[in-house]
């Protein structure tokens, strides 16, 4: 293999932690550069921008939330990442009160990429590992 070869999956693998470096910076104003003004989302169709204030909601919840990606694959235009999600919430969120903990949990996300930007996605996290860490 050449240095200009690019494998299979390469460039989504690249379009991914593009996406993932903005996320976690918190550059929220890119993302449209990532995904559709459209996005099926958990079997919704919701605009970009609700998707975007989900993640500045998330953010005001737990201002030092990291992802950290366990495993990645990708398969054709489909990827499907495990992450480590950690942070110290500071204000209710997803229902939960905040304890002063902070907490890890698992999410699993599976995304499919149209035209070089997200169309679908679809989301798993492990509530009920986050809702035995924020017990009073």
Partial sequence: MTSSTVEPGQQ???FYQRYLDLVSSYDFDRLDECIHDI??????SI??????AGFRGN???VPDLSWKV????IDGNRIAVRFTMAGTPVQEWLGLKPNGARVTFAEMAFY???EGR???IRSLMDMDSLRAQLLP
């Fill in 112 to 114: 499919e990429v149209e």
């Fill in 70 to 73: 366990e495993d990645l694959l």
């Fill in 118 to 120: 997200f169309k679908t």
């Fill in 59 to 61: 953010i005001a919840a």
């Fill in 39 to 44: 996005v099926n989302f958990n079997g919704m």
């Fill in 12 to 14: 989504l693998h690249d």
């Fill in 47 to 52: 605009a970009r921008d609700d998707l975007i």
